[in-house]
């Protein structure tokens, strides 16, 4: 499984306008459902909610990862939200978020679910990555970053 395969460009949102954490959920969640033309975006939010009331999932210096499992998925969608102002998110190191991951992964899929989260993860660890990712202006850009880096990822296991 290739994470470029589930990042589709349609489902990237470059300029963020979102402020805070609740605003960053709809914005995000808005995106995805006028990209995938369903009308779940209270299912959505509910989901990331229920998960990130738990705790936090602004779990790196300027990264979260909000995710929700829900019925209507058939197979995980991924959605990167980029925001070049910062969003206050209540994030574990306190800091803004300027990149965000958020996971809609079906009920029944929980293994599949936690190795996207664990190949992300991985592609932090190269900080480069991050700094890329934020400064791309336009959706494909931003797909060829991730594309990128996880092809060197890749060549190094």
């Known amino acids: 499984m290739f994470l470029h395969d589930l990042f589709?460009?349609?489902?990237?949102?470059i300029d963020?306008?979102?402020e805070d954490k609740d605003?960053?959920?709809?914005?995000?969640?808005?995106?995805?459902?006028?990209?995938?033309?369903l009308n779940v975006?209270?299912?959505?939010?509910?989901?990331?909610?229920?998960?990130?009331?738990?705790?936090?999932?602004?779990?790196?210096?300027g990264i979260a990862i909000p995710h929700?499992?829900?019925?209507?998925?058939?197979?995980?969608h991924v959605i990167l939200g980029i925001s070049r102002?910062?969003?206050d998110y209540d994030a574990?190191?306190?800091?803004?978020v300027y990149l965000l991951f958020m996971l809609i992964a079906p009920y029944d899929d929980k293994e599949h679910h936690l190795?996207?989260?664990k190949q992300l993860s991985d592609l932090m660890q190269n900080p480069q990555f991050y700094i890329d990712l934020q400064s791309q202006k336009d959706v494909q850009n931003a797909y060829k970053i991730i594309y990128k880096y996880e092809n060197i990822f890749n060549a190094m296991d």
């Open 115 to 117: 190795r996207i989260l």
């Open 92 to 96: 574990l190191d306190g800091d803004p």
């Open 41 to 61: 975006r209270e299912e959505c939010l509910k989901a990331l909610w229920e998960r990130e009331n738990k705790m936090s999932t602004g779990i790196q210096k």
């Open 8 to 13: 589709k460009p349609e489902f990237i949102k």
């Open 23 to 37: 605003e960053a959920f709809e914005e995000l969640v808005d995106h995805f459902c006028k990209a995938s033309k």
């Open 85 to 87: 102002k910062g969003i």
């Open 16 to 18: 963020m306008e979102a």
């Open 68 to 76: 929700g499992t829900v019925s209507f998925a058939k197979e995980t």
